[in-house]
């Protein structure tokens, strides 16, 4: 049985609804161990105190708040969790939006929400009553150490819990350029959208996720098995000099881009390379660092502080 990252209610109304968190997503990152070049040997992170210089062990680590330059405040877990006990046992729904209404930008992280005992009658009736309204259900939960805005929504039998960020989190668009949103003021023709158009139309399918996959991953993976078939366990990875691409001088013609992209079965990039006859010599790819044979790499410390969920 899965363990559950969080155990609370959801609020709403009067109503509470006893549930666990469940995170949603599970990372898929290459595991690579920082190594010493002179000799492969793993390279270690230690806590120390910084007035010492002395290796500190994890049962003498402690928070603290810095309030001044030098000056603590100690917090301890109970403390954190006193601060706000109501915060830190509800995801209190604070208002119902359309969802198409929040922009992409701010959402973050999906989590399941599985009823809690007893909670299945109510935790169903949310779940319709969002499916009838076609609304999600805007909330915030304290995780951990952080408080976070959240958007409740259903997904078939389940209601998810996808983490927002802040207003103030998202950087503004001030200083980058776009191109208006005139089609006119583009230089965009009617022609060139009907082309782009057909090319969409041709291109649309359902949706089926498990037809995509981390290519790039399973690629340095097999680099890796080939380079321990051959022995090469000690190679170091020196990264070539990147190249400059040539310039392309002439200008592009969208049209013939779209109308070779509806040619070639829908392979704009290869088209865009034929229209532009720039050739772009490809980048030599690193060699990635492999992993001594006879030492294991030595993990690293989890962090004092973690990112709350």
């Known amino acids: 049985m899965a363990r559950a990252l969080w155990k609370g209610a959801i609020s709403f109304g009067l109503v509470h609804i006893p549930v666990e968190l469940h995170s949603a997503v599970q990372e898929h990152d290459l595991d690579l161990t920082m190594l010493d070049r002179r000799d492969f040997a793993p390279i270690g992170f230690r806590r120390y105190n910084k007035n010492t210089g002395k ?7 402690i928070k603290g708040y810095e309030y001044a330059d030098g000056e603590y405040v100690v917090l301890s877990d109970e403390d954190l969790r006193q601060a706000n006990v109501e915060a830190t046992q509800t995801i209190d729904i ?11 930008t701010y959402f973050e992280t999906p989590y399941y929400l599985e009823p809690g005992r007893g909670g299945d009658k109510v935790y169903a009736l949310l779940r319709e ?3 009838k309204a076609d609304k999600i ?6 995780v951990r150490t ?12 389940q209601l998810i819990m996808n983490t927002l960020r802040f207003p103030d989190e998202i950087r503004a668009t001030d200083e980058l350029k776009f191109p208006p949103a005139s089609l006119k003021a583009a230089g965009i ?3 060139e959208l009907q082309m782009a158009m057909s090319l969409v139309d ?7 996720p498990e037809q995509y996959r981390d290519t790039y991953r399973s690629d340095v993976m097999a680099l890796v098995k080939k380079k321990i078939k051959a022995k090469q366990t000690k190679s170091v990875a020196v990264a070539a000099p990147e190249k400059t691409p040539a310039r392309a001088d002439n200008v592009v013609d969208l049209v013939a881009l779209l109308k070779q992209s509806l040619g070639g079965k829908a392979k704009p990039a290869a088209a865009a390379k034929t229209a532009t ?6 980048k030599p790819a690193a060699k990635p660092v492999a992993k001594t044979a006879s030492k294991p790499p030595a993990k690293r410390p989890a962090r004092t502080t973690r990112k709350a969920a």
């Open 129 to 131: 009553t969002l499916r």
């Open 94 to 104: 604070l208002a119902f939006v359309k969802a198409e209404e929040v922009p992409l």
């Open 146 to 157: 952080r408080q976070h805005l959240c958007a409740l929504l259903c997904m078939g039998e």
């Open 202 to 208: 041709g291109m649309t399918e359902a949706w089926k």
């Open 137 to 142: 259900g805007i909330a915030t939960v304290v």
């Open 189 to 191: 023709s009617d022609k």
């Open 277 to 282: 006859k720039a050739k772009a010599p490809a």
């Open 55 to 61: 290796e500190v062990a994890w049962d003498d680590i």
